[in-house]
C-alpha cells in the first residue's frame, strides 16, 4: 500500500509538469496536434469529450502510443479526483452515521479498484516492450482487461447509486456525474489503446512480411 501510495503522488508530480510543460511549449504546435487528436478521438464512444480532455496534453501531432498513454493518465487522475471526493463524502457519512454510508462506500470500493487498474494500465504502458512481440501482446492483453474491469466497476458503482433511495439528491448527482465522467473518458482511453494496437499489430506483420521477403 506505501508503494502505491509513493507511485500515485510521483504520478500526480510528473501529470503537474505534464500539464505545465504542454501549456509552455504547446501554443505554436497546437492547430495541427489539435487536429490531430480530433482525428483519433473520432474512434471513441465519447469523441467530444475526447478532444477536450486531451488538448491540453498533446502538443504536437504525435504518435498513436502517446496519445494513448495520455489518455490512460487523464482518466487515472479523474478517477483519482473523485475518489478523493468520495472519501470526504464517506467520512461525513460515517460521522453522522447516516443510512447512505454503505452504499456510498461500496461504490468508493469500486472506485478505489478501478483507479488500482488504472494506475496498473498505466505503468504497464510505460513499461510495454516494442521489439518482442510476444511480450506486446502479453501487455496489451492486461492493459484491455484492467481497462475493462475499471469500466465494470465505474458501472456497477452507478447502478448502486440509481437503486438506492439516497438522502441527499445534490450529492448523489455530484457522485454520479464524476463516476460517469471516469467511465466515459476511461471508455475513451480503451478505444485509443485498442486503435494503437491495432496499428502496432499491422506494422509488425509489414515489417515482418519485408524481413521475410530478404
Not at 464517506?90 to 453522522?96: A, I, N, R, W, Y
Not at 510495454?128 to 474491469?149: A, C, G, I, M, P
Not at 456497477?156 to 445534490?170: A, E, H, I, L, N
Request: glycine share 4%.
Amino acid at each position: 500500500m506505501e508503494k502505491i501510495t509513493l507511485s500515485l503522488f510521483l504520478f500526480l508530480f510528473n501529470i503537474f509538469i505534464f500539464t505545465f510543460v504542454g501549456t509552455v511549449e504547446g501554443a505554436s504546435a497546437q492547430p495541427r496536434a489539435n487536429k490531430f487528436v480530433e482525428s483519433q478521438c473520432r474512434r471513441t464512444r465519447y469523441p467530444k469529450l475526447c478532444a477536450e480532455s486531451l488538448s491540453n496534453y498533446i502538443t504536437t501531432a504525435s504518435e498513436p502510443q502517446k496519445l494513448a498513454h495520455a489518455a490512460l493518465k487523464v482518466s487515472l487522475l479523474k478517477a483519482i479526483y473523485t475518489r478523493t471526493y468520495m472519501k470526504n463524502v464517506c467520512k461525513q457519512l460515517e460521522k453522522t452515521k447516516a443510512k447512505d454510508y454503505q452504499v456510498v462506500k461500496d461504490c468508493l470500493d469500486q472506485i478505489s479498484d478501478g483507479v488500482n487498474l488504472l494506475f496498473n494500465s498505466v505503468e504497464e504502458l510505460q513499461h510495454l516492450s516494442l521489439d518482442k512481440e510476444s511480450e506486446f501482446v502479453w501487455h496489451r492483453s492486461n492493459v484491455q482487461t484492467w481497462l475493462s474491469t475499471a469500466l465494470t466497476d465505474a458501472f456497477t458503482c452507478m447502478d448502486g447509486m440509481s437503486s438506492y433511495k439516497f438522502g441527499g439528491y445534490k450529492v448523489k448527482a455530484t457522485i454520479k456525474a464524476k463516476v460517469l465522467n471516469v467511465a466515459q473518458v476511461t471508455s475513451n482511453a480503451l478505444a485509443l489503446f485498442n486503435g494503437y494496437a491495432v496499428r502496432h499489430r499491422a506494422s509488425h506483420h509489414s515489417n515482418s512480411g519485408k524481413i521475410n521477403k530478404h
